[in-house]
Nanobody
Framework: QVQLVESGGGSVQPGGSLRLSCEAS????????MGWFRQAPGKEREGVAR????????YYSDSVKGRFTISRDNDKNTLYLQMNNLKREDTAMYYC???????????????????WGRGTQVTVSS
């Protein structure tokens, strides 16, 4: 069965960096469009970034643009999220998700992502 397993979360001070990973199994990873989402307590789930199946195209939410970078290694079946200059408001559970279809809009909308990981916690505090 398909599994997405996130790792790399933790606690960091404001201004710090973290690199999240999402290892995929049970699927042809290179055929999927992949996304990172996050959800803070009491808030709705938010799309953070999306990357095309080949890794060439990427989309970001305005809240993370310029600070986060999504990437993938199709040989290793792994998705990454490099997070720099972290802010307190980045504190959330981060999830990776897989979408089998290309999109021309709404790249960060959750509907359509068929598979989801269980998440990794990111806490930004001093």
């Amino acid at each position: 069965q398909v599994q997405l397993v996130e790792s790399g979360g933790g606690s960091v001070q404001p201004g710090g960096s973290l690199r999240l990973s999402c290892e995929a199994s049970g699927m042809t990873f290179s055929r999927y469009y992949m996304g990172w989402f996050r959800q803070a307590p009491g808030k709705e789930r938010e799309g953070v970034a999306r990357i095309g199946s080949t890794g060439i195209t990427a989309y970001y939410s305005d809240s993370v643009k310029g600070r986060f970078t999504i990437s993938r290694d199709n040989d290793k079946n792994t998705l990454y999220l490099q997070m720099n200059n972290l802010k307190r408001e980045d504190t959330a559970m981060y999830y990776c998700a897989a979408d089998p279809r290309p999109r021309s809009a709404d790249w960060l909308a959750a509907p359509g992502y068929n598979y989801w990981g269980r998440g990794t916690q990111v806490t930004v505090s001093s």
